[in-house]
């Protein structure tokens, strides 16, 4: 299969969604070349054979009439007092201006009482910089479209003012409008008043005003929707205490290297994930996995890049650096689900990209249909004009990919990791959540569990010998086993007793001298090998224990159950999910975890090779199933499934398999990670309705003249400003 190349560009000039409609269409015509246009974030995510270029790329946009250029890397504001954003800045004045200016020429149209002698003339004087310079933008981008044989929302807008002001002109220079004394009422409603008496400007001036206004409010929004993502891209240090030739030097963070050295005082931010060599501390990870408590570290310990270092002095060695490290990836994960479409948005597209040409036809046929009934030119033009104006489905385009900056920015401030758009749609059919048994419902760290002498031993000789046996290897089991049992005695792990003589049997054990005593620890298989009689009804995977000939008594020893995974099971099935622990352990073992927390289904004794198949044979039965896991074993089942959730605290190959990450090793944020896609999509969906909803209801009644064009202009605006308000209650998400 040949190899395809990913090219991020930032796209200028688009308006509306049948801008960014048009931009994707022309790429998708180039060979071999995939694109999607998210107007709400104004980037392409294309992906391309080597040999087309990206020069061609941006050329092929240019020729659409719009910009294209790939991201510049973000630069620190100098001036702090400084608009962070120009654009928003510039189309603040354009809307205080014409709001000014439209203000009083709306009131003297409304207002019959206001209407002096050449009141009419006050009007055009104030309403022409409005319709001219106020309406620019719009006129601007129909003109380019029209050049290239197009129409977006812009040419709605524009051919709708220009022609109420156009009219206008007419009936005040060639019609009776201009006469000194004229007046005109204001009615919701049309009249079939006389043609040439008739003006438009507080049409043209109020819905360019109206129209800039929604525009301005949406800028706003989708500066604010993008502010999660933002502010996870500045959580990184800027500058770093490097350990140079046993000297301390403050350097740019760019300029540390992997394997370096560098020092954390209190207070200041990890400069990157590294392993810690010297000190301990408490670290705030707070901002990057949501985690209120601090956690402490020691040497040894991995720190994340962002943490902010709460107490000690550490000295950390450096790990992956810029674009590898953990917080610039999550930046990326969270880019790349904000840059995608759900299926709901591709539909929504395909709406938008015929929609503008049907409302011109539909315009054109109400003019058409109002002048043939001899309603007469002023009923026929105002309901014609109300259609261009109210059909602008700029909501439509704003519905799905602000809830998605909104949803997926949410979701990083929590610790969530939502990959792409398509992910929400399987949450909402999830019914299954496969849960892995070792680093995900447990720590995955062994504990002692149980201590059970036989009759005729004492607790504490069983403890010592084997804690002692077991402190002389360097199994994880018998780790834990000397671990237990120094805790349980009271003593550290030093005091156990020392082997004089010591064997690992692999596969089966320990055995070695102990005060004295040939004492075994280990499977049943070694007891039979040494011809030590097995007492019956042992513990499958406990550890048993003999000397001198004689079984003495047996350990559990297990992977501890998470302090939050009964609670997070409880939830999950609050949300309608039937859990199921799958695991490779003993079945028995899997059954008592499963017992704690709460699931009734249990697939256990399972090899790593076979999970992916498990989560095929539930599909097969007719279940959608989520499977959420942590480690290298787990990575194709994550992909089988419907919907993978992989723990953050996990391998980089079950994260890569995934559609959502938990940055977070806590399993209750699976729970909330599924409750914010629903609700997300929930939003979409509601944004949607509300957005074909209004078209659909609107456009009937403008065509048969109920509508003022204002009004009109007025209700579309706050269609999009609806849309985008209701998209940012996915902030207050908990």
Sequence with gaps: ?????????????????????????????????????????????????????????????????????????????????????????????????????????????????????????????????????????????????????????????????????????????????????????????????????????????????????????????????????????????????????????????????????????????????????????????????????????????????????????????????????????????????????????????????????????????????????????????????AVLIIACPCALGLATPTALLVGTGRGAQLGILIKGPEVLESTRRVDTVVLDKTGTVTTGRMALTGVHPAAGTDEETLLRLAGGLEHASEHPVARAVAAGAAERLGVPADALPVPKTFENVPGLGVRGSVDGRLVLAGRAALLAAEEVPVPAGAEPGAVLVAWDGVARGSLTVADAVKDTSAEAVARLRGLGLRPVLLTGDHRAVAEAVAAEVGIDEVIAEVLPEEKAGVVRRLQAEGRTVAMVGDGVNDAAALATADLGLALGTGTDAAIEASDLTLVRGDLRVAADAIRLSRRTLGTIKGNLAWAFGYNAAALPLAAAGLLNPMIAGLTMAFSSVFVVTNSLRLRRFR
């Design 1 to 385: 299969m040949p190899s395809t190349t990913v090219t991020e560009l930032t796209i200028g000039g688009m308006t509306c969604a049948s801008c960014a409609a048009r931009v994707e269409k022309k790429l998708n015509r180039m060979d071999g070349v995939t694109a999607t246009v998210n107007y709400a974030t104004e980037k392409a995510h294309v992906e391309h054979p080597p040999e087309v270029g990206v020069d061609e790329l941006i050329a092929t946009v240019v020729k659409t009439g719009y910009t294209a250029e790939e991201p510049a890397p973000p630069e620190p504001a100098e001036d702090p007092g400084a608009d962070p954003d120009p654009e928003l800045a510039a189309l603040r004045r354009r809307l205080l201006v014409s709001a000014v200016l439209a203000a009083p020429v709306v009131l003297l149209a409304m207002v019959p009482a206001l209407q002096f002698d050449n009141w009419q003339w006050l009007s055009l004087t104030l309403a022409s910089p409005v319709v001219v310079w106020g309406g620019l933008p719009f006129h601007r981008a129909a003109w380019t479209n029209l050049r290239h044989g197009a129409a977006t929302m812009d040419t709605l807008v524009s051919v709708g003012t220009l022609a109420a002001y156009g009219w206008s002109l007419w009936a005040l220079f060639l019609g009776d409008a201009g006469t000194p004394g004229m007046r005109h009422g204001f009615d919701l409603t049309v009249d079939r008043a006389d043609a040439s008496s008739a003006i438009y400007l507080e049409v043209a001036a109020g819905v360019v005003a109206f129209i800039l206004l929604g525009r301005h409010l949406e800028a706003r929004a989708k500066r604010k929707a993008g502010s999660a993502l933002r502010a996870l891209m500045e959580l990184g240090a800027k500058d770093v205490t490097v350990l140079r030739d046993g000297r301390e030097a403050r350097v740019s963070v760019d300029g540390l290297r992997t394997g370096e050295l560098f020092v954390v005082r209190p207070g200041e931010k990890v400069a990157t994930d590294g392993t810690v060599e010297e000190g301990s501390s408490a670290v705030d990870a707070s901002l990057l996995t949501g985690e209120s408590l601090p956690v402490d570290v020691v040497p040894g310990d991995p720190v994340t890049g962002g943490c902010v270092n709460v107490s000690g002095r550490l000295v950390v060695r450096a790990g992956p650096v810029g674009a590898d490290t953990r917080l610039a990836r999550m930046a990326k994960l969270v880019e790349d689900a904000q840059s995608g479409k759900a299926e709901v948005q591709r539909l929504a597209d395909r709406v938008s990209a015929v929609f503008v040409p049907v409302v011109l036809l539909i315009a054109l046929a109400t003019l058409g249909f109002w002048l043939g009934t001899g309603a007469g030119a002023t009923a026929a033009f105002t309901a014609a004009v």
